[in-house]
């Protein structure tokens, strides 16, 4: 039954009433199900009858609904084909013709299908978009210029390859006459415009898009098109680099407008063309940083600059990469720099001051490495730095001239001049660290020229101490002590650690936020020398409870469930704590986990930052790793109330955290009976719907695994092995997931009784030797190659036990596998783990196959050989699993996906702990086999064996 589209309205309606939403989502994901839903949703959206808001819900509801159910892992199109027919000739129109912010949505939705089908499965967009171009219509080419940019743009940050340049040759070669020529256009409408704002607002905004796409279409080659009207456009970009009318100016000093943007967007192509095209581009680059340096000494101090000015002085950065910089390599030239660009930009100005007052935690974002390109701060320190690099002493001595200039003017009043101490603080710190500052380590590379130690002593550590400094001098104390971390020796450290410390009990938000920053990163320091903490362990131990619950004290100030998540870093600073005690907080555990579940309970309701949800739930992994075994009925207790309602409630964000820490408190108490609220839990997650979210998955396997391990004698008495070799089956023969399926049946092997088993052998096997025939991934293969001898290695099943199982499947299909993928590719396996079990399979192999003594026997010299192979370099597995890895929050990918937590991550599991010395060991199990079998393995070593091989199996054998 098709989609009724007045009832369809009336839910999306609905979903936008709190009160009705989630009876709402749920009646609309049932409509999802019947045939032209996608096209109900564009119905909706491109009707004027409807609510704008419904039509924006739908339209958001539309490019999710593509996002999700477009296209499988493997390419293919989940849409029945007329629909999938119907959209791509309908969407392009549509978008065209409705408002912006619908316009954005469907945007989204055509990046998301061209992602899978551009250009071979959509060759007719690019034609479609350049026949929709018009002459005059500002809204029409906005529309169709929208669509481009939201497909080219994904050119950006990709690796070259042919088949990404036959794509973009593709698209040129349609595109980019029509674009140059749309270029003129609207150059020539702004031209005829002047007094009209209305129509320069409209054509501004054309411009701003051509350009963001003229960076598109150069982003990974020059177009040759561009490269003969280079003159031109230059002449173009130069024009609008330094136009201006009064008509476009914002009423807003804080306020960017389509002027501003459209100029930072011009400063983005010419950085690359700088850096990229400079050949070509060389010729015509004078007049843009002529433009650009009278801009700089010209511009205001508005906010509404900011992104102008930053954009600006990264241009010039780029240009001082390039044989162009020699022009900064003087004395006056750099004076000038220094007065009229960069203490300009460093200075603190009061819509900063503001900022750091009514929204720190904005202030704290932009502040810190890395999360601030566009201030102008961090441009003028790139710009300085870039300087440094090329002409160390002539950039060190000039600036170090206004640094004491600055701390003089700071002495003579305190009070009155803590902004000139600010300054030169962050001018010192600008050309103290060389190179970029990282966000894991800090300043890397220090300036030879300067003495940070010294500044420390002089300057910053009296700041640290002071109750009386200013509130910014107080900040700016623990932002030196964070950079410069590893210049300051660990005695140092242990001296200052306390203070910082003492700054997380201060009432500014800014200051005991920066506070917790910098405590984090200290208990992260290790010594070079001795490879231990800077930090001693000790001196966090005893106070350990009281940092803690000011932590917790300082999250949940604010009990509004956006309040409580608005600060990652005191979160962060949580993680590390737990972290850094270990399980020193059996003590206190019962006490710290009553902070989490609090605070679990408030946010479910309203998650609303990722990164915050993230440090929480590795914070409380670690709580579960170091303190749950101890403890695990405590925990399994407190935490299946908050856990069940995060799954009752379909916290979406949450549940793959949900998922890994049921399975890390599993696996905290592997010994235990399942309790009846597990066994209720397995009923859940055996339920196909709950598998159909992506990012459960690989939560789920690893719970699924957690519960098969601690109970399998009940799911076998209860007949449940097979829904959970249903859910095998469909991960197996999906690539995205085929590492877990692996992962799943390797456990439910290792666990169950083989005899429990037997009946489902072939069917497993047939379906592994489908996808190695049919849809074979490198990574396929080597899983398959691991699993292969994980049960050849396995005492009561063996290589004859795989043979007759395969012949099941098909008779002697073993030997295809094993001559044309198994023995070539063991070598290739990665994991210390797997290496490890195929010598012991081999091994077994060697000494208890009959099918390789009767069937096989070239196979057994074969084999011998690769043995030797492996042991050529005898893998080691490393027990130490101690060591947790500290990820990149910043590179993780948030969303409605799995994130790996890595305080609580599982361990790869040794088959064979008791094996220490993989060469003594196969040399042993050789000898007594060889006893065992009445000297018959010395006989095959004679008979079957060239001569090298012998000798180097003898070595074995002596």
Request: glycine share 4%.
């Amino acid at each position: 039954m098709a989609t009724d589209i007045a009832a369809l309205a009336q839910l999306l309606e609905a979903s936008l009433d709190p009160s009705k939403s989630r009876q709402a989502e749920g009646a609309i994901a049932q409509e999802q199900n019947k045939p032209g839903f996608s096209l109900s949703l564009l119905q909706i959206v491109a009707s004027d009858a409807f609510p704008s808001t419904v039509r924006l819900a739908s339209a958001l509801y539309f490019k999710n609904h593509i996002k999700r159910h477009w296209v499988n892992e493997d390419g293919v199109h989940l849409l029945p084909e007329n629909e999938v027919n119907a959209i791509k000739s309908e969407l392009i129109g549509l978008m065209v013709s409705v408002p912006p912010n619908l316009q954005a949505q469907l945007g989204e939705a055509i990046s998301a299908i061209a992602d899978s089908d551009f250009w071979e499965q959509w060759q007719t967009l690019v034609a479609d978009l350049v026949s929709r171009l018009t002459t005059d219509n500002t809204t029409v080419n906005i529309g169709v210029l929208r669509v481009a940019h939201s497909i080219f743009k994904r050119w950006r940050p990709l690796f070259r390859s042919d088949g990404l340049f036959t794509e973009i040759n593709h698209v040129l070669t349609q595109f980019s006459e029509p674009f140059l020529q749309q270029l003129q256009y609207t150059d020539a409408i702004i031209t005829n415009a002047q007094g009209n704002t209305e129509v320069l607002k409209g054509a501004f905004t054309e411009l701003e898009l051509i350009v963001k796409l003229f960076y598109d279409l150069s982003c990974q080659d020059l177009p040759p098109v561009f490269e003969d009207n280079i003159a031109a456009i230059c002449s173009l970009l130069h024009k609008y680099l330094i136009y201006d009318n009064a008509a476009l100016h914002t009423d807003d000093d804080d306020e960017s407008g389509v002027l501003e943007y459209t100029r930072a967007g011009i400063f983005e192509v010419l950085m690359l063309y700088v850096q990229k095209y400079e050949d070509v581009f060389g010729a015509h680059l004078g007049q843009f940083v002529d433009s650009t340096w009278q801009f700089l000494t010209s511009i205001t101090l508005e906010t509404k600059y900011d992104i102008l000015v930053s954009k600006a002085l990264q241009f010039l950065t780029s240009v001082a990469t390039t044989k162009h910089a020699e022009s900064f390599n003087n004395q006056d030239v750099l004076v000038q720099i220094m007065e009229k660009i960069i203490l300009q930009n460093l200075t603190l100005r009061e819509s900063d001051v503001e900022l750091f007052e009514d929204e720190p935690i904005e202030f704290i974002r932009r502040d810190l490495e890395g999360s601030d390109n566009d201030t102008r701060r961090r441009a003028a320190t790139n710009f300085l730095r870039t300087l440094l690099q090329r002409y160390q002493d002539l950039v060190t001595t000039t600036a170090q001239k206004y640094i004491t200039i600055f701390l003089q003017e700071y002495a003579k009043d305190p009070q009155g001049n803590w902004k000139h101490k600010d300054t030169a603080v962050y001018l010192f710190s600008a050309i103290a660290a060389l190179g970029t500052v990282t966000a894991a380590k800090g300043v890397v590379s220090v300036n030879p020229h300067v003495d940070v130690l010294s500044f420390f002593q002089n300057n910053i550590a009296s700041d640290l101490q002071s109750q009386d400094a200013h509130v910014i001098l107080k900040v700016d104390s623990v932002k030196f002590l964070y950079n410069f971390r590893n210049q300051l020796s660990p005695e140092l450290w242990r001296a200052a650690f306390p203070l910082l410390v003492n700054h997380l009990a201060n009432s500014n938000y800014v200051v005991h936020t920066y506070a917790a920053i910098a405590v984090e990163r200290a208990l992260y320091l290790t010594d070079d020398a001795t490879k231990t903490s800077v930090i001693p362990k000790d001196q966090v131990l005893g106070s350990s409870k009281e940092l803690l619950t000011h932590l917790f004290q300082l999250i949940t100030k604010n009990s509004a469930p956006e309040k409580i998540q608005e600060n990652e870093f005191l979160m962060k600073c949580v993680m590390r704590v737990l972290i850094f005690i270990r399980d020193g907080v059996l003590p206190i555990d019962e006490l710290v986990l009553g902070f989490f579940v609090s605070v679990l309970k408030i946010i479910r309701h309203n998650p609303s930052n990722p990164r915050f949800q993230y440090f929480l739930f590795e914070a409380l992994g670690a709580l579960i790793r170091f303190a749950a075994p101890t403890h695990s009925q405590l925990f399994e207790d407190k935490l299946a109330d908050p856990f069940q309602a995060i799954l009752e409630n379909n916290v979406e964000e949450f549940a793959p955290y949900v998922f890994q820490l049921f399975a890390a408190l599993l696996e905290a108490n592997p010994s235990g009976a399942l309790t009846s609220y597990y066994q209720s839990l397995f009923q859940v997650i055996i339920q196909p719907a709950v598998w159909e979210s992506k990012g459960n998955i690989p939560a789920l396997v690893r719970l699924l695994t957690a519960i098969i391990s601690r109970d399998a004698q009940t799911i076998v008495t209860n007949n449940q092995l097979e829904p959970i070799l249903g859910i095998f089956h469909k991960l197996v023969m999906s690539k995205a997931n085929e590492t877990h399926a692996f992962d799943l049946v390797q456990t439910i092997i290792a666990v169950v009784p083989t005899s429990a088993l037997s009946q489902y052998f072939p069917t497993i096997l047939q379906l592994m030797i489908t996808r190695l025939s049919g849809s074979k991934t490198e990574n396929f293969a080597q899983r398959f190659i691991a699993f292969y001898h994980f049960i050849s290695a396995r005492d009561g099943m063996g290589a004859d036990f795989f043979v007759t199982i395969t012949d099941q499947v098909q008779h002697d299909v073993f030997k295809g596998i094993y001559l044309g993928i198994i023995l070539p590719d063991t070598q290739k396996l990665a994991r210390p783990v797997d290496r490890k079990t195929a010598v012991v399979s081999f091994t077994k192999t060697l000494t208890d196959s009959q099918a390789f003594v009767d069937r096989y026997p070239k196979g057994w010299n074969l084999t011998t050989q690769k043995l030797i192979e492996l042991l050529v370099n005898p893998p080691t597995v490393n027990k130490n699993d101690d060591i947790i890895v500290d990820a990149d929050v910043d590179e993780l990918g948030f969303g409605v996906g799995f994130t790996q937590l890595n305080t609580c991550k599982k361990p790869a599991k040794d088959p064979f702990p008791e094996i220490t010395d993989v060469k003594a060991w196969v040399g042993q199990y050789l000898k007594d086999a060889n006893a065992r079998h009445n000297g018959k393995i010395v006989t095959f070593v004679q008979e079957r064996l060239d001569d090298n091989t012998r000798a180097a199996l003898q070595e074995y054998l002596k």
